[in-house]
């Protein structure tokens, strides 16, 4: 059969995608990935096929709107702690009153509009073209549906992690409130939660997202990107190894205070373990001289050092938290934001990890939690029932005869 | 199960094993790619995970290979011999002392075998891998495989296998690898007992070993679906694809396009030239139904096409035989050669001598594909036997319980 992939323009929301596709493709389909131009090289690089029609969207300049809107308005619940920042430039911002968000709307609402029906209009014309027999979207990217919808194929919904389709929570519900006139054009008059049959699964389901589509569960395969591991990090070490990864994109949502890996450092320098940092080279620069037992490692997909590591400290993101739970690894989060936290809360919940507010964290906070961790068995206890939980889930290759019947219905 | 699949130095050689190692990832079995430095970018390009830790020497042991054939009076392409260490054309086989190298490379073997083996077995007591995957003509993955005392499949990159009667398409390391001797391989190394074949039906090649049959799966490299493809024709197309590693090998007079554009020029055709824009320079300026294409991988692009010119290299061939599409080869090495041969024997292609065939020829044998519906019919029927071979997806139970 042939399979339509459409992703968003934020990476990490579609990385899970990538050994499905490789299923498909190893089962003798062909995969096609609609994307924006601004994501070949990632789609490139994963084995699959970009198809570059659509013209890229600012993904980080819209979570800054939304923020920035929710926070004018008084909607941000106050436990999360979380600066205003500029949503054209990312700059933290004293309050909401130093900028004119209605100004700025008015200015790019417009063009965007535009760009957005013009994206749907690319896909349907790709649809019409190529004649898919399925449709496999980003979450983030709803308006998959429309081409699906309009060539009469079924369309499912690949989820990223914890977060589902059925959520109250602020910052957790990702289905947008506005929708482009293209819906209209095109005969599509679903909305919302409407617009969703089915979704992928590729949590344990003792953390399975909340929704009411028909849910598919698959085994998360770990896809973190490319790169190689050098021997040095194959060798598990004779002290615990801590391994601390951080997103590159936290900042750019709420400034240079979420980027807490200093003290992260700060907290493990006096400890008896080998702390690996996974950040790229230019955070790095910015962390100054580091302590003896800290080591950069760039270029290293996660997955593969979490093999020989015995803690995983991070920013939240749903690809380190899956990519943990895969490798049987105790985590502790370190949250900005109200997805992150999320995330952290519901894994934290199985007892497989932690989870610390982030906004004004301390190296101490941080120190005890890590050596929580190390000490008390249950963390990689339950995280080894997680683990198991994953690995009894059908995998991609079993989730691709069920794609099949889904399709030939 | 952790497979661990090693490849030479080739593309050409990885990149027909690599839906294999999809299908394994997405069973959730763990896969790495033993290879050079120089190969691990086109691994992780796949979405595979490469372990960087052999010498990168493709280019330089294919010159030597061809130099000494040269050398026995084996030499057939009809191009000047290529020195083996600094790639450039040679007047005579005498501006390369083989045997003063050769001398001095024995020196050096000891050391290298030590170190050698030193790589593979850190590669084997580090990643303890249950099964190995190798190119056939690589020597490593059955070193692995001996060393770790598990069982060894060799996949095949294309029309050839390890029982061919023509030594010109032997490429066993037992024929083409000097170092082979040295490991003195006695167990699970010492023949191979597997062969994955990715061939259609009726152009299986011999082998001894147990063949398990593969249905090929194409992957070329990167590169975007480009819109075209999609759009009606109003005439034949012909796409035109020139891999770069052979004019590594063979030289700059290997590089045949500038000749096809020449013989394709004003035909009622719609040539499409698949080729990196590097070489394209040297081409000049093309003529009104010659157009150039953005790199978009070639299974891809063959959809668009109604026929095929390539060098015969076994990507190119069997990528144009899984998408039904006639196909000239005008091929340079003997490989290509053979390949070429083979698929004509098959009914959906010709065969040309690359750089012996005059415009003309050329224009012919592309006029025959695209004008006798013999060759679409044949390139149809090869094609469906192509899709009735398992999937790669189902060939992971079988090495299951092999490694079991």
């Known amino acids: 059969m042939r399979v339509m992939f459409a992703v968003s323009d934020y990476l990490p929301h579609y990385f899970p995608m990538v050994p499905l596709g490789w299923a498909l493709q190893a089962a003798g389909h062909e995969v096609r990935v609609v994307c924006a131009a601004d994501q070949v090289s990632h789609v490139d690089s994963a084995g699959l096929t970009p198809v570059p029609i659509l013209e890229d969207v600012d993904m980080l300049m819209w979570a800054r709107i939304g923020h920035f809107a929710a926070a004018r308005d008084g909607r941000v619940p106050a436990d999360l702690d979380l600066p205003v920042v500029n949503p054209r430039t990312g700059e933290v911002l004293a309050g909401v009153e130093d900028f004119d968000l209605d100004g700025f709307m008015k200015t790019i609402r417009g063009p965007e509009a535009a760009k957005m029906g013009r994206r749907i209009d690319a896909m349907v014309d790709f649809a019409q073209r190529w004649s898919p027999d399925l449709v496999v979207y980003d979450l983030l990217h709803l308006d998959s549906v429309v081409p699906a919808k309009v060539t009469g194929v079924p369309a499912v919904c690949h989820l990223t992690g914890p977060v589902g389709t059925r959520e109250t929570g602020y910052g957790l519900n990702f289905i947008p409130e506005h929708y482009s006139r293209a819906y209209d054009k095109h005969g599509v008059v679903e909305r919302g939660t409407g617009l969703i049959s089915h979704v992928i699964d590729i949590c344990p389901a003792s953390m399975a997202p909340p929704t009411d589509a028909v849910r598919l569960p698959v085994r998360y395969i770990p896809y973190n990107g490319p790169g190689s591991m050098p021997a040095w990090a194959a060798r598990k070490p004779r002290r615990p190894r801590i391994a601390v990864m951080w997103s590159n994109t936290l900042s750019h949502l709420y400034g240079p205070g979420s980027f807490a890996v200093p003290a992260i450092v700060d907290a493990l320098r006096d400890l008896d373990v080998e702390v690996v940092l996974t950040v790229n080279a230019e955070a790095a620069k910015t962390l100054g001289p580091l302590p003896q037992n800290v080591r950069l490692l760039e270029h290293c997909p996660v997955h593969l050092l979490l093999a020989t590591a015995d803690v995983l400290v991070h920013s939240g993101g749903a690809g380190a938290t899956l990519t943990a739970v895969a490798n049987g690894v105790p985590q502790l989060f370190v949250t900005f934001g109200a997805e992150y936290r999320a995330n952290g809360r519901r894994l934290a919940a199985t007892g497989a990890g932690l989870q610390v507010h982030g906004p004004g964290i301390d190296a101490e906070t941080i120190r005890k939690s890590v050596l929580t961790l190390l000490e008390d068995p249950s963390y990689r206890d339950h995280a080894g029932r997680l683990r198991a939980e994953l690995l009894d889930r059908p995998s991609p290759a079993a989730l691709t005869g069920v794609l099949e019947e889904l399709a030939a219905r | ?404």
């Open chain 2, 1 to 404: 199960m952790r497979v661990l699949f090693t490849s030479v130095d080739w593309t050409g050689h990885l990149y027909p094993m690599v839906p294999l190692g999809w299908a394994l990832r997405a069973a959730g079995h763990e896969v790495r790619v033993l290879c050079s430095a120089g190969l691990a970018p086109a691994v992780n390009r796949t979405g595979l995970t490469p372990v960087p830790l052999l010498e990168t020497s493709g280019v330089f042991q294919a010159r030597m290979n061809n130099y000494l054939r040269a050398r026995a009076g084996n030499h057939r392409t009809g191009l000047p011999p290529i020195h083996p260490v600094t790639g450039r054309e040679m007047a005579s086989l005498d501006e390369f002392d083989a045997d003063t190298f050769t001398a001095d490379a024995a020196r050096l073997r000891q050391r290298w075998l030590r170190q050698r083996l030193g790589v593979l077995r850190e590669v084997v007591n580090g990643w303890r891998p249950d099964l190995v995957v190798h190119d056939l003509s690589n020597v490593d993955g059955r070193v692995v495989a001996e060393l770790a005392d598990v069982p060894a499949v060799a996949h095949l990159w294309g029309l050839v296998a390890d029982a061919e009667d023509d030594d010109r398409m032997d490429y066993r390391p037992e024929a083409i690898d000097a170092s082979f001797g040295m490991f003195e391989l006695r167990g699970r190394g010492a023949k191979v007992e597997y062969v994955i074949d990715p061939t259609p039906d009726s152009l299986e090649p011999p082998t001894r070993a147990t063949r398990l049959r593969e249905r090929f799966v194409p992957y070329n490299g990167t590169g975007s679906m480009a819109g075209w493809v999609l759009e009606a024709r109003d005439r034949p197309r012909v796409c035109v694809v020139w891999g770069t590693s052979v004019t590594k090998v063979y030289g700059p007079r290997s590089f045949l396009v500038p000749r096809i554009v020449a013989a394709l020029a004003g035909l009622p055709l719609d040539v499409v030239l698949a080729i990196d824009p590097g070489d394209v320079a040297g081409i000049g300026p093309l003529p009104e139904n010659v157009r150039l294409l953005p790199r978009s991988p070639l299974h891809v692009l063959l959809r668009g096409c109604d026929a095929v010119v390539h060098n015969g290299a076994a990507g190119s061939a069997m990528t144009a035989l899984a998408a039904g599409t006639p196909q000239l080869a005008l091929s340079i090495s003997d490989e290509q050669a053979g390949n070429g041969v083979r698929v004509a024997r098959g009914g959906s292609g010709l065969q040309l001598s690359g750089p012996t065939s005059d415009l003309p020829e050329i224009r012919a044998a592309v006029q025959r594909l695209v004008e006798e519906p013999a060759f679409a019919a044949a390139a149809g029927r090869l094609a469906g036997e192509n899709r009735g071979r398992p999937a790669p997806a189902r060939l992971v139970g079988l090495l299951e319980k092999l490694a079991a």
